[in-house]
């Protein structure tokens, strides 16, 4: 409801063929995925996609053409790497996805108690499960460099998933955690703006 698409009333030309989607996830972060299987999608459909220790769940953001002009600004290739969707998301792989969802504000917390007592510099600042519920991704910010290898060791055992750790900056941290601009309106970086342009240290600190 943030973000206006201009661009909803217009149809796709049959001429484009083009098979990769880009797909959304928690946090604004955008993937691409080959629809290997031509499968019928509109945009908001839920699918489950591969990643390379299971499967998630993604929303569709973008097909077509314009799908091959964001590849090339930026700098992505279309080669083998570039994984496959499976299905559209059914009802049972939705529940699933909510239960492993549920999971990530307890665990948050839970992380930030074993950080103090660890006494490690850093922030825990968002928590993402995979749909599968076998693997979560740690975002944290930190000012120097952190040795986290026993952080881990602990996060996997209390939790019995593999885990990823993965530093994030302040303005990459806003683009998660959202909130409201100066300007009264949500957050870009959290609604639409993808990439972040370099900023003055002076700019950075006003942020």
Same mark, same amino acid.
């Given at each position: 409801?943030?973000?206006?698409?201009?661009?909803?009333?217009?149809?796709?030309?049959?001429?484009?063929?083009?098979?990769?989607?880009?797909?959304?996830?928690?946090?604004?972060?955008?993937?691409?995925?080959?629809?290997?299987?031509?499968?019928?999608?509109?945009?908001?459909?839920?699918?489950?996609?591969?990643?390379?220790?299971?499967?998630?769940?993604?929303?569709?953001?973008?097909?077509?053409?314009?799908?091959?002009?964001?590849?090339?600004?930026?700098?992505?290739?279309?080669?083998?790497?570039?994984?496959?969707?499976?299905?559209?998301?059914?009802?049972? @792989?939705?529940?699933?996805?909510?239960? &492993?969802?549920?999971? *990530?504000?307890?665990?948050?917390?839970?992380? !930030? %108690? $074993?950080?103090?007592?660890?006494?490690?510099?850093?922030?825990?600042?968002?928590?993402?499960?995979?749909?599968?519920?076998?693997?979560?991704?740690?975002?944290?910010?930190?000012?120097?460099?952190? @040795?986290?290898?026993?952080?881990?060791? &602990?996060?996997?055992? *209390?939790?019995?998933?593999?885990?990823?750790? !993965? %530093? $994030?900056?302040?303005?990459?941290?806003?683009?998660?955690?959202?909130?409201?601009?100066?300007?009264?309106?949500?957050?870009?970086?959290?609604?639409?703006?993808?990439?972040?342009?370099?900023?003055?240290?002076?700019?950075?600190?006003?942020?």
């Amino acid at each position: 409801m943030n973000v206006f698409d201009w661009l909803s009333h217009m149809g796709i030309p049959e001429v484009d063929n083009f098979d990769i989607v880009e797909v959304k996830f928690k946090g604004g972060r955008k993937e691409y995925y080959r629809n290997v299987d031509f499968l019928p999608l509109n945009t908001g459909d839920p699918v489950v996609v591969d990643v390379p220790s299971g499967h998630h769940i993604g929303y569709v953001s973008l097909q077509g053409e314009l799908v091959r002009l964001q590849m090339q600004k930026r700098k992505i290739r279309d080669d083998d790497q570039i994984l496959r969707i499976y299905r559209v998301a059914n009802q049972k @792989d939705m529940e699933k996805w909510g239960e &492993a969802q549920n999971r *990530e504000i307890p665990t948050l917390y839970r992380c !930030r %108690q $074993i950080v103090d007592e660890y006494g490690l510099k850093m922030k825990m600042s968002d928590i993402e499960y995979q749909a599968d519920n076998s693997k979560a991704t740690f975002y944290y910010s930190a000012d120097d460099r952190v @040795d986290f290898r026993e952080l881990i060791k &602990a996060l996997a055992g *209390e939790f019995r998933i593999r885990v990823e750790m !993965r %530093q $994030i900056s302040l303005r990459q941290e806003a683009g998660r955690l959202g909130g409201i601009g100066v300007c009264g309106r949500e957050l870009c970086c959290s609604t639409w703006l993808v990439d972040f342009k370099n900023v003055s240290t002076s700019a950075a600190r006003y942020q």
